[in-house]
């Protein structure tokens, strides 16, 4: 297997095992965590035996939001840069939402901004009643816009305006509510029920596996491409205004920010 400096890949009995292992940094979204995860799931698809893929984090939290540095690099970039970026972000949440083996995500903690999208765009979800979640994006001036176009087709609209506009952080039992949790798991039993479904899994043919996903990502397909091209030129646009200036400068300063509309 590769080497990964953000994760953790190991396989056992069919099931491969990405674990996020940035835990003083509660497993934050880099683009070198993005990049090792592109890559671990590449392996995984064409390298790998098994069958069943299970994603975690070590530590106290699954993946807490977007690192702070990384975070700082976004202020001033060019619009074509923009759009690099957000296509990225986007190519990840729709490779993990569209990966051709069943995956588990097993939530160990706080999932949150761009970690709740990983968690939810897993087949299944388990979250321990600790775990919590939010799309916290229009709290610093960005925008939810890519989450947005797999939040609305899983919960659909009301929901999906209360969770994205409040930017409130909500917990497993509501995110159980909702469907976006499929069940809420004490920490001690986490993995031994992602494991369990992961070999009931096993116990079915493959190939009709694969070919049912492909079925069921099919009837979205056309909608989620047009909406995700569009959630890309929004999330580059965002970057543009005084808001999203002011929103990264205040979260990084720890203070209140000072909105003006624009």
Not at 27 to 35: D, G, Q, R
Not at 58 to 81: I, N, P, Q, T, Y
Not at 186 to 214: F, G, H, I, W, Y
Request: with cysteine; charged share 25%; proline share 3%.
């Amino acid at each position: 297997m590769s080497d990964y400096k953000t994760l953790f890949l190991s396989e056992s009995a069919g099931v491969a095992t990405i674990t996020f292992n940035r835990p003083d940094k509660r497993n934050a979204v880099s683009f070198e965590l993005v990049a090792d995860l592109m890559l671990a799931l590449k392996e995984v698809e064409e390298s790998s035996s098994a069958q069943v893929l299970i994603i975690t984090g070590s530590g106290k939290a699954f993946c807490a939001g977007m690192d702070l540095e990384d975070l700082k690099k976004l202020v001033g970039r060019s619009h074509s840069d923009n759009v690099a970026d957000s296509k990225v972000m986007a190519n990840m949440f729709r490779r993990i939402y569209e990966f051709p083996k069943p995956t588990i995500a097993a939530v160990n903690g706080a999932a949150i901004a761009g970690g709740t999208g990983i968690a939810t765009m897993c087949d299944f979800t388990f979250a321990v009643p600790e775990a919590k979640f939010g799309y916290t994006e229009v709290r610093i001036g960005f925008v939810p816009a890519i989450v947005s176009s797999f939040l609305v087709l899983q919960v659909g609209h009301k929901i999906a305006r209360d969770l994205l506009l409040t930017a409130r952080l909500f917990d497993a039992a509501e995110a159980h509510r909702y469907g976006l949790v499929n069940e809420v798991v004490q920490p001690d039993n986490l993995m031994s029920r992602a494991l369990e479904t992961a070999k009931l899994l096993l116990e079915n043919s493959p190939s009709s596996v694969r070919a049912t996903k492909a079925l069921i990502n099919g009837f979205i397909k056309d909608a989620l491409d047009n909406q995700v091209a569009a959630a890309i030129e929004d999330n580059a646009r965002i970057r543009s205004t005084a808001d999203f200036r002011e929103g990264i400068s205040s979260f990084l300063e720890k203070r209140k920010p000072v909105w003006s509309g624009k």
